[in-house]
């Protein structure tokens, strides 16, 4: 049974990524460019021997292109593109060109260095990429159409306007969303979107030849080390809650400087181990900041105060009024657990702790 406050993700359902519904969409098309009938629902197979089915929201044959499309079900998950509808249009290429891939309305192009496609190319992930042909591929081996000489152009409803809530444009992505996924599945509050966004940003800045980053836990944070630091956005990791995903691929992919600067609250936690700080999966260990208030030069009697604290903005404020510099220290500790997640990584670690207004209360 869930704790009160965590999610029981037993009881969440699963969905289906972008890259999924693309598939199932370009699959359909093809059936129909081959056939002139359009299978509803179509079945397609994902790795991990799935081979789940998708009922189609719009097709249409003429002129020789075949479209069809797909409405995205994320299931139980926040996702910002639940309810998109993913468009695939199939039409004939040259003998001997294999699947090539376009953009549609609504899907990004790269327009810089660092990602897993070249500059130029539309934002159709590789995996999504190697789905869609595998899946053309096994329509024409059960139909006998030989090879598959096709342009395969993927679209997304209002998918510039998704876009906006999203990385994309940060990280060269512009003009409309990713098509994404390497399971084709997406995992509710697996937010693994958000921290795959994370390690392309990092790939990004790194191209880029940005040697000082910093994962900041939200728009305040981004603000405070873009004046401490004059950082260009580029540099700005939008890490949320998911530290532990910086610091990890920070490790294997190095940069100069990190710099992680979050509310208080937040790396207490990350001073205390923990690498997920979302409040309905990690608490502000009060006993935790206690100690670390004693080790700082506080007494016995600050430390009951600490630990009999409602908030660890609460506990900031006693130890303020009895002298001693928790925030400082809690950057201190922060910072010594980011070292150790970096395993010996040539990383300089900087940490700034700020309060709800961005006023840096304490960094080491």
Not at 55 to 79: I, N, Q, R, W, Y
Not at 102 to 117: H, N, R
Request: aromatic share 4%; with cysteine; glycine share 12%.
């Amino acid at each position: 049974m869930a704790r009160r406050g965590q999610l029981d993700q037993s009881r969440l359902r699963p969905g289906w990524t972008t890259g999924a519904c693309a598939t199932a969409a370009a699959a359909a098309a093809y059936e129909a460019l081959l056939t002139g009938a359009f299978p509803d629902p179509v079945e397609i197979m994902l790795p991990q021997d799935r081979r789940p089915s998708f009922a189609l929201t719009f097709e249409d044959l003429s002129h020789g292109v075949a479209m069809a499309a797909v409405t995205k079900d994320a299931g139980d998950d926040p996702d910002v593109t639940h309810g998109a509808v993913v468009r695939a249009w199939v039409r004939r290429g040259d003998p001997g060109t294999g699947v090539r891939f376009a953009g549609g309305p609504g899907v990004g192009t790269v327009t810089l260095p660092g990602l897993p496609l070249d500059v130029g190319e539309p934002a159709i992930n590789p995996s999504p990429r190697a789905m869609i042909t595998d899946n053309l591929a096994a329509v024409a081996d059960r139909l006998g159409a030989g090879p598959v000489d096709v342009e395969v152009t993927v679209g997304v409803d209002g998918g510039e306007e998704i876009a906006r809530h999203t990385w994309n444009p940060r990280i060269g992505i512009l003009g409309g969303i990713s098509i994404l996924g390497t399971t084709g599945v997406v995992v509710p509050y697996s937010c693994s979107a958000w921290i795959d966004s994370i390690r392309r940003g990092v790939d990004v800045a790194r191209a880029a030849g940005l040697q000082h980053l910093a994962g900041c836990t939200g728009s305040t944070s981004e603000k405070v080390v873009r004046d401490l630091y004059e950082l260009p956005d580029l540099a700005l990791l939008d890490m949320g809650d998911f530290a532990g995903a910086v610091l990890k691929y920070v490790s294997r992919h190095p940069v100069e400087r990190l710099t992680i600067c979050g509310g208080f609250a937040k790396l207490t936690k990350l001073a205390a181990g923990h690498l997920d700080l979302h409040s309905h999966r990690t608490q502000v260990d009060l006993a935790h900041l206690a100690s670390i208030a004693v080790a700082a030069g506080g007494d016995e009697a600050l430390a009951a105060s600490i630990r009999a604290a409602n908030t660890a903005a609460e506990a900031l404020g006693l130890a303020d009024a009895a002298g001693v510099p928790l925030g400082d220290a809690v950057a201190a500790v922060a910072r010594d657990e980011a070292v150790a997640v970096l395993r010996g990584a040539p990383v300089a670690v900087d940490v700034v702790c700020i309060d709800r207004a961005g006023t840096v209360v304490g960094r080491a």
